[in-house]
């Protein structure tokens, strides 16, 4: 996936999860009265609002590579994640929100700042569990700490946004909608920032249908080709095959191999079966080719 079409995806999913969060929102909301105690009742619109968050944000790849399954893996391991974010996020939220209340003794330092701090570090957490799920998904610490860095600030900067919306709309319902929108939004934008600045390389395409798109080198191993399993889908390009070549990272240099003794792969127009890369090296996949940057 290219990195502009990726950073759209998140961004674009961040939008649709806050917009399918703010009814559930709302209908809570309304019927509020029915919750034992507003502990339960912020319990559970924090577990609401993290599943579905986690649920949207966990079919990015699915969306990304095209397949069904993946989409719906990806869904389902977001939710589940973002259920734990929800809770945890809520906690912590609750136990700021504590402190802070003996450092605001007055009701309007409290309400303008103590009550949006606290609620904006519960949600930086539900962020930083939704940024880490598809490091989970592939088992990438790597990509784990960086999908929480970028979940963290997004869901931190978002929370702000939304909580302090809440207080100065003069319709809190539109505030509500506008802040959780905005919330979705930024997870998804500073996740794919950072994602984008620690990624191992990028390689841009430089001739066929592809030319100009870029591609992120954000995991350990890499596949390219024209087949399903292939990380990064070369379809346009002829003599490519299913699993051609595969990037790999050792101990922080950037490896590239052929997946088979007859493919097509070289280096700065040398044939290799594997080489260590430098940026700006020029690689042929078949009749694809790519700069490294």
Not at 79 to 96: D, E, P, S
Not at 200 to 221: A, Q
Request: aromatic share 10%; hydrophobic share 50%; charged share 15%.
């Amino acid at each position: 996936m290219s990195v502009t079409l990726r950073r759209l995806i998140l961004s674009g999913l961040g939008i649709l999860a806050g917009l399918a969060a703010w009814p559930l929102t709302e209908i809570a909301l309304a019927n509020q009265a029915l919750f034992p105690s507003y502990f339960v009742f912020n319990l559970v619109l924090g577990l609401l609002m993290g599943t579905i968050i986690g649920g949207y944000f966990g079919s990015g790849q699915g969306i990304g590579a095209g397949s069904t399954i993946r989409f719906t893996t990806g869904m389902i391991q977001g939710a589940v994640v973002g259920l734990f974010g929800g809770i945890i996020g809520f906690l912590a939220g609750q136990y700021v929100l504590l402190i802070l209340g003996d450092v605001f003794v007055s009701h309007s330092a409290f309400t303008e700042l103590g009550y949006p701090l606290s609620r904006a570090v519960g949600w930086s957490i539900v962020g930083l569990f939704i940024g880490a799920i598809e490091g989970i998904r592939t088992k990438s610490l790597r990509l784990i700490r960086v999908g929480m860095l970028g979940g963290w600030i997004g869901g931190l900067l978002g929370g702000l946004i939304m909580e302090y919306l809440h207080l100065y709309l003069a319709s809190i319902m539109i505030g509500r909608l506008v802040g959780i929108v905005t919330l979705g939004l930024l997870i998804g934008f500073f996740y794919g920032l950072v994602e984008n600045s620690l990624a191992f390389g990028t390689l841009k395409v430089l001739n066929g249908e592809f030319k100009g798109r870029d591609y992120l080198i954000n995991f350990r191993r890499t596949r390219l080709g024209v087949g399903k399993k292939a990380h990064i889908r070369l379809e346009p390009y002829t003599d490519v095959a299913d699993l051609h070549a595969e990037l790999s990272v050792r101990r922080g240099n950037l490896y590239l191999r052929s997946l088979g003794e007859s493919y097509v792969v070289l280096v700065n127009d040398d044939p290799i079966t594997e080489k260590e890369l430098k940026y700006e090296d020029v690689i042929r996949i078949g009749q694809a080719k790519f700069i490294l940057i």
